[in-house]
């Protein structure tokens, strides 16, 4: 139903009590190429701020990912900062690192604040493009600030970069 009529789920989904309506946003899909880009941030901007927001900003941005990060990146750069935007973030960076490591490791380096919101979204980003590029990946270590971000994400991208190797002593 959330597929084929997503704005009458939608409103029903807001009639329900809480404990209900819990599950019945979990269960709450619509299709983000049917609704388009503008569409999924209209919906998005209906749901009550919290989990369920941010778990159908992710599902959303993931849809979007797939098809083309580019075109993610700007939707997700609508979504007001928080919790939303940062999972919906990572969700594109996931699939941009996969796609061009490099362009996403420079993403991620470039904007430290936005990348460090979601649950060290930029090490792993980094270190994920390492095991693609090392090179590019410890150059964007490097860029960054100096400070705990930087030794982190150095860390890990030389980690990666090193396979583990001396991960097991103690």
């Known amino acids: 139903w959330s597929q084929s009529d997503p704005s009458a789920a939608l409103a029903w989904i807001q009639t329900l009590p809480?404990?209900?309506?819990?599950?019945a946003w979990q269960a709450f899909r619509p299709d983000s190429q049917q609704l388009g880009a503008e569409g999924c941030l209209k919906m998005l901007e209906s749901v009550p701020p919290g989990p369920a927001r941010t778990q159908l900003a992710f599902s959303f941005?993931?849809?979007m990912a797939r098809a083309d990060t580019s075109s993610a990146l700007q939707w997700v750069e609508q979504i007001p900062a928080g919790e939303a935007r940062s999972l919906a973030l990572r969700a594109v960076l996931d699939k941009w690192v996969d796609a061009d490591p490099e362009a996403a490791v420079q993403y991620a380096a470039?904007?430290?604040k936005e990348a460090s919101r979601s649950d060290d979204f930029l090490a792993l980003t980094i270190s994920r493009g390492a095991a693609q590029d090392n090179e590019s990946a410890l150059g964007s270590a490097r860029e960054l600030p100096a400070g705990?971000?930087?030794d982190i994400v150095a860390m890990q991208a030389i980690h990666s970069v090193s396979g583990g190797i001396g991960s097991d002593a103690a």
Request: no cysteine; proline share 7%.
């Open 110 to 112: 470039a904007h430290p």
């Open 61 to 63: 941005a993931d849809e």
């Open 148 to 150: 705990k971000e930087r």
């Open 18 to 23: 809480n404990l209900t309506q819990e599950s």
